[in-house]
Structures are given as structure tokens and as C-alpha cells.
């Protein structure tokens, strides 16, 4: 059994390492986005849409993106060639379950994309996926096409690799966009979920891809220590130079610092743009503009969305909801897509490189035998009371905390 940073070897022979993907944000992620992520060694993702009715404009665009991306990739005259990107799908809609397939399936075979991303069952339809994912297989096993299941919970996890997902995306609660309401960053995300793939499902070809404020090499760094296999990015491609972002909103997102300060998670984004739609499971975060900062100060929603309306009316932006997540501080300036992938994975290599060479990350010499000091002695008993950190002979490897509030467990959330 391959491990899986070789099984997305295997799988997109065209991705260099560290792994590192955009993520499928519908409205940015289009085709000249992905192409260029995967024209850069990394692997694009188009955002196809929500909506599977058979009169949908949003498969008909997709289409559409679908072949210009092959033809950006050089792949116009390769019809039966896969084209090295994938698609992402929201699918608490109603219409996915009746229509996913019979909708879907003849444009994924029209044009052969590497990969399927899912997100967002309804919780009133909770075996949506465990329904799409078998038909997805079966229907593509001719181009090998692989299922992306983004999650933002263990147990969600647990039931996306149950229904067949080969890649899993843990996407932490710092994350830009839609995610679960509730949820936590992937410092503890990422490890749990890599202990769930490998404590219960041992011997399954599962992949684990974080996402949620990686913005640089540095996450990505971390994001490997953490288990993942691989990374996902989003609100760091919202401002690279191939991506259909208005100007206003990157120039938003360029000036933006402070992240965890200047983005907020809410359902208030939604309900003044009019995409309230969303299930109750999930939020989105976004940065903290004109609309929100008036919902604080107690303008009815009513009001707000009147004020949005006005606002969009008049060409005027300063409404607009602007999805980012708390790295937002780290995207200083414009940069294309190659250089964005290309300096994560240079950095992320000299961050790792780095750390091992270290002298600190070498094992301490070993601790001369020596007979102890008087004092030390007769306060040996004593000593088996005290906390170590509190003994005047502790010599810690690393800074310790002495707020003790802190370890009894106090402190806020």
C-alpha cells in the first residue's frame, strides 16, 4: 500500500511537493484561476455551483470553464486526455440529491476533470454523499477521477471516508468562506483526524489535506507537522493576479492585518447579500466591512440589506462581503499563482530543512554524573511537592507557563 503523499503522487503525477491546492471558491475559482494553479505544479479547482437542476445556469457555466480550462492547458485537441484539475460542488441544495448525477454526468465525462470536490450536505439529507460518491466512481473509472470531501469536524471525517472519499480536507474554523459553525483550527483538527484514518481505517488509501488560514510556506510547514499530506489555500489565491476578483476586493484584502481581529464568522455575511440559504451547520467568515460593523452598532437586517441594495446600485463596493480568513494579515501584495506556490513550497522546504538542522532539534548530550549539593539533599522531600517548574534547579527545554490560572484550566475560550 502506497502512503498517501505518494498515492497524490500517483494520482497527479503533474503536482509537485508539498501538495498544495486552491480551494474551489465559486465566483473566483474559475478557469483561469485553476489553470494557472496547475499550469504551477499545484492542482487547480473551478467552482462549479449548487445548483442541479436541469435547467441550471451554473452547470451550463460550468461547462463552459471546464473547456476553456483544457484549452489554457493545452489539452483543446485531447479530448479523451484527463485535464488536470477538479470541480467543487455544494450540496445541500435540493436539488442535488434527485439530480446530481443524471445532471453532472455527462458534462465529467465530457470533459475528464482529475478530481470531484464535495461540501455542505444538508442535515436533513445526510446520505446525500454516501449516494453521489459510489455513482461519481462508477461512472468515471475510465479517467480514474478522485472525490474530495471537505469537512471541519472528526466525526464528519469518520463518515466521509465510511462513504468513500479519497481525499479529505480538515478545514479549520480559521478558514475564509463557508465552514462548519462549530468547529476548531487544525492544530488539533488536522492530528485528530490523521489518528481517525489511522486507528480505524488502517490499510485504506485515504489522503488528508488541511486548510484554513494557510497563507505561506510557513503553514504549509506546519500543516505537514501537523500529519497532513498536502495543503489547501484560498483566501491567498483570492488575491493572486489570475484570479477574477474585483480590484476593490483585493485591495481589501491586501490592506487587511490582524485577521483573528479584523475577520468574523457569522451568518450576518449571508443574510445581507441575500445567500441566507445555508443550513444551520454552517457560518462563513468574512472581513468585518460597512454592513457588519452596522449590525453591531443594531441596524435591523432589514435596514442593512436596503443599504447593501443602495449600495450595489450606485457601483459603490464598501458593502460588499468580502470572504477571508485570519492569515488575511499574511497576503501583503499581488502575486501570480506560480510565485505564490512556488515561494509556499521553497519556504515550507527551508522551514523543515531548517528546523532538523538546528542544534536544538539535536538530541542534549547526556547529563554528567555528579554528586548533588548539600542543599539539594535536604530539600528532597520537599521537592516532590513542588510543581517542577517552580524548583530553583528545573531547566526546562522549552519556555514553560507559570500562569497558573492557565493551568488549571481557566482562562477564556
Known amino acids: 500500500m502506497s502512503s498517501p503523499r505518494n498515492l497524490l503522487e500517483q494520482w497527479f503525477p503533474h503536482a509537485s511537493k508539498p501538495f498544495i491546492a486552491n480551494a474551489p471558491m465559486l465566483g473566483t475559482a474559475n478557469s483561469t484561476l485553476s489553470a494557472a494553479v496547475t499550469a504551477a505544479s499545484g492542482f487547480g479547482f473551478i467552482g462549479g455551483g449548487y445548483d442541479f437542476s436541469p435547467e441550471s445556469k451554473q452547470m451550463s457555466a460550468l461547462s463552459n470553464e471546464l473547456a476553456a480550462t483544457r484549452k489554457l492547458l493545452g489539452l483543446a485537441d485531447k479530448p479523451n486526455e484527463p485535464v488536470p484539475i477538479g470541480v467543487g460542488f455544494i450540496t445541500f441544495h435540493p436539488s442535488a440529491l434527485?439530480?446530481?448525477?443524471?445532471?453532472?454526468?455527462?458534462?465529467l465525462q465530457q470533459h475528464k476533470p482529475a478530481a470531484v470536490w464535495l461540501f455542505a450536505p444538508a442535515e436533513t439529507n445526510p446520505g446525500t454523499h454516501a449516494s453521489i460518491i459510489p455513482a461519481l466512481k462508477d461512472f468515471s473509472q475510465q479517467w480514474n477521477m478522485k472525490v474530495f470531501v471537505q469537512v471541519g469536524t472528526v466525526s464528519a471525517a469518520r463518515s466521509a471516508v465510511l462513504e468513500g472519499a479519497d481525499v479529505i480536507i480538515a478545514q479549520g474554523v480559521d478558514a475564509g468562506g463557508h465552514q462548519w459553525t462549530q468547529g476548531c483550527g487544525i492544530v488539533s483538527l488536522v492530528p485528530e483526524i490523521r489518528d481517525l484514518l489511522t486507528s480505524e481505517f488502517e490499510g485504506k488509501e485515504v489522503v488528508l489535506l488541511a486548510a484554513g488560514g494557510i497563507m505561506d510556506g510557513r503553514g504549509v510547514a506546519a500543516a505537514l507537522a501537523l500529519g497532513a499530506d498536502g495543503v489547501v489555500m484560498g483566501t491567498r489565491f483570492i488575491t493572486a493576479r489570475e484570479s477574477p476578483a474585483p480590484e476593490t476586493t483585493k485591495k481589501v484584502l491586501l490592506e487587511a492585518r490582524d485577521g483573528g481581529a479584523t475577520t468574523i464568522k457569522s451568518t450576518v455575511h449571508?443574510?445581507?447579500?441575500?445567500?441566507?440559504?445555508?443550513?444551520?451547520?454552517?457560518?462563513?467568515?468574512?472581513?468585518?466591512?460597512?454592513?457588519?460593523?452596522?449590525?453591531?452598532?443594531?441596524?435591523?437586517?432589514?435596514?442593512?440589506?436596503?443599504?447593501?441594495?443602495?449600495?450595489?446600485?450606485?457601483?459603490?463596493?464598501?458593502?460588499?462581503?468580502?470572504?477571508?480568513?485570519?492569515?488575511?494579515?499574511?497576503?501583503?501584495?499581488?502575486?501570480?499563482?506560480?510565485d505564490i506556490i512556488e515561494g509556499a513550497q521553497k519556504l515550507a522546504r527551508k522551514r523543515i530543512k531548517d528546523h532538523f538542522n538546528h542544534p536544538s532539534a539535536a538530541s542534549p548530550p547526556p547529563v554528567p554524573t555528579q554528586s548533588k549539593p548539600q542543599h539539594y539533599q535536604r530539600r528532597a522531600v520537599a521537592h516532590r511537592l513542588i510543581p517542577p517548574y517552580w524548583r530553583p534547579d528545573f531547566a526546562p527545554s522549552q519556555p514553560v507557563s507559570t500562569n497558573f490560572k492557565h493551568e488549571v484550566g481557566g482562562g477564556g475560550w
Open 98 to 107: 434527485p439530480h446530481f448525477i443524471n445532471v453532472l454526468k455527462p458534462i
Open 270 to 338: 449571508d443574510d445581507v447579500q441575500g445567500t441566507g440559504f445555508w443550513p444551520v451547520l454552517y457560518d462563513g467568515r468574512a472581513v468585518m466591512g460597512e454592513s457588519y460593523r452596522d449590525h453591531l452598532e443594531g441596524v435591523s437586517l432589514e435596514d442593512n440589506v436596503g443599504k447593501f441594495k443602495a449600495a450595489a446600485k450606485l457601483g459603490d463596493a464598501s458593502r460588499r462581503t468580502v470572504w477571508a480568513g485570519t492569515g488575511v494579515g499574511l497576503a501583503r501584495e499581488e502575486l501570480s499563482a506560480r
